[in-house]
């Protein structure tokens, strides 16, 4: 109970970071800005420039080489184009550079799209019939809305990719001269979703099914007013994407449960390697190998470290010793990548039976030792029970070169990957 409250202690006001390093990034908050500002660091994009001095291309020029430039060129008029001592004409000598970032907000214009119908006027005299010839005009992304491409695109960024509520939208939009409903822009999103991205999201889970090496992950999401459930009920959300050195496809699948049956229905048809946690969820795919996670191995230690007493000697304590066991092996790992420019598979396994097999054979040899001498239901024992349950899955990595130690590829996901949710709520 002690190490229970001194862990949700720990976790409820301490640092939530799981670096050993000590000299790691604190958060920024409120204050970022100040916190941040450095009067010493140089302008990286206002630079007096001559032709008289010799220009090298640097990392400043390199920031700006692939943005649209737009030049304005400053010269005296022809009456005062005059040499102020002597009144004859002057000559351009030189010309001085000085560079500016412009930034356009977002703008809104109308597109009226206007088909014009065409006749034959001797038809329409003389004849019993008038053939009717209509132009050619672009499908409407939504028929009888004012929604566009552009537009629906714009409001499903600043939803989905910058996490703008809508109804901070429809203000956006209200200071823009454009008065568009929540509801409306809700509207637009989910006819988006279902009928231009639902296309694109089952073609990328056929192409992941394909593959032999994926990874996934499932947290639990809170959706208000979902027919059957209570708001503060649990759902979860699924992931589900590709492993290293391959164009990335990252799919998720909502799910109001954390039943088996749903990753099982997803990867039908999926036969390799999948990197997982330790939920026993995945245990009933067919032809798939699962891989541990050592992360998730790391973190019990971690775990119980921060839930020991204060004074206690951390450094000497078996959650030290556990722990190190763990992040050697990430240690290796690091070191293979940095010995190997463009690190083969190959070379990658090579290296790893070599250096992590005698870790792996130690760090197992010590967790047998340990189980009988640690209370099974303290923090220790369930870190320690972990490992041994997990054994089989943790050493996997061992068998391809292509597979990874950890499957923090699918926990901290980046948003700038293309990811597509079926709930849209």
Same mark, same amino acid.
């Given at each position: 109970m002690e190490e229970q409250f001194r862990l949700s202690q720990q976790k409820k006001f301490g640092a939530s970071s799981?670096?050993?390093?000590?000299?790691?990034?604190?958060?920024?908050?409120?204050?970022e800005a100040e916190l941040s500002a450095d009067k010493n660091v140089e302008e990286p994009t206002l630079e007096s420039i001559?032709?008289?001095?010799?220009?090298?291309?640097?990392?400043?020029?390199?920031?700006?080489?692939?943005?649209?430039?737009?030049?304005i060129h400053y010269r005296l008029s022809d009456e005062e184009r005059v040499c102020l001592c002597c009144g004859e004409a002057v000559?351009?000598?030189?010309?001085?550079?000085r560079r500016e970032l412009k930034i356009i907000p977002a703008q809104v214009t109308v597109v009226e799209h206007v088909q014009h119908i065409y006749s034959c006027r001797q038809c329409e005299r003389e004849g019993t019939e008038t053939p009717i010839t209509t132009a050619k005009m672009p499908a409407a992304v939504f028929p009888k809305s004012l929604a566009s491409p552009s537009s629906m695109a714009y409001i499903m960024n600043q939803k989905y990719v910058k996490g703008m509520p809508l109804y901070r939208l429809e203000k956006q939009f209200e200071r823009l001269g454009v008065f568009l409903s929540r509801q409306t822009i809700a509207n637009w999103v989910i006819y988006g979703a279902t009928n231009w991205l639902s296309p694109l999201y089952n073609r990328l889970h056929e192409l992941l099914l394909q593959l032999d090496i994926l990874h996934a992950d499932e947290t639990t999401v809170q959706v208000l007013a979902e027919p059957g459930k209570a708001a503060h009920s649990k759902s979860y959300m699924w992931m589900y994407r590709t492993g290293r050195n391959i164009s990335p496809i990252v799919l998720y699948d909502y799910q109001t449960s954390r039943h088996r049956k749903h990753p099982k229905a997803f990867l039908n048809g999926f036969a390799g390697y999948l990197h997982v946690d330790g939920y026993a969820g995945y245990h009933e795919l067919k032809d798939v190998e699962l891989v541990g996670c050592w992360a998730h191995s790391r973190r019990k230690y971690?775990?119980?470290?921060k839930s020991l007493p204060a004074n206690v000697d951390k450094l000497t304590s078996l959650a030290?010793?556990?722990?190190?066991? $763990? !992040?050697?092996?990430?240690?290796? &790992? *690091?070191?293979? /990548?940095?010995?190997?420019?463009? $690190? !083969?598979?190959?070379?990658?396994? &090579? *290296?790893?039976? /070599?250096?992590?097999?005698?870790?792996?054979?130690?760090?197992?040899?010590?967790? *047998?030792?340990?189980?009988?001498?640690?209370?099974?239901?303290?923090?220790?024992?369930?870190?320690?029970?972990?490992?041994l349950n997990q054994w089989p899955k943790l050493v996997s990595f061992l068998k391809d070169g292509r597979l990874e130690i950890d499957n923090n590829r699918a926990l901290y996901q980046p948003l700038n990957y293309s990811a597509h949710c079926r709930k849209t709520a």
């Open positions: 799981e670096k050993s390093n000590p000299d790691q990034l604190e958060l920024p908050i409120f204050n001559t032709y008289q001095r010799k220009k090298y291309a640097g990392q400043r020029d390199a920031k700006l080489e692939n943005l649209p430039t737009e030049t000559h351009e000598k030189s010309t001085e550079t971690d775990e119980v470290l030290a010793r556990g722990l190190r066991f $763990c !992040t050697q092996l990430f240690k290796i &790992e *690091k070191q293979i /990548e940095d010995e190997f420019e463009n $690190c !083969t598979p190959e070379q990658r396994l &090579e *290296k790893r039976l /070599e250096r992590s097999q005698p870790v792996l054979d130690a760090y197992l040899a010590w967790l *047998k030792s340990k189980r009988p001498q640690v209370p099974p239901k303290s923090k220790l024992g369930e870190a320690i029970t972990y490992s």
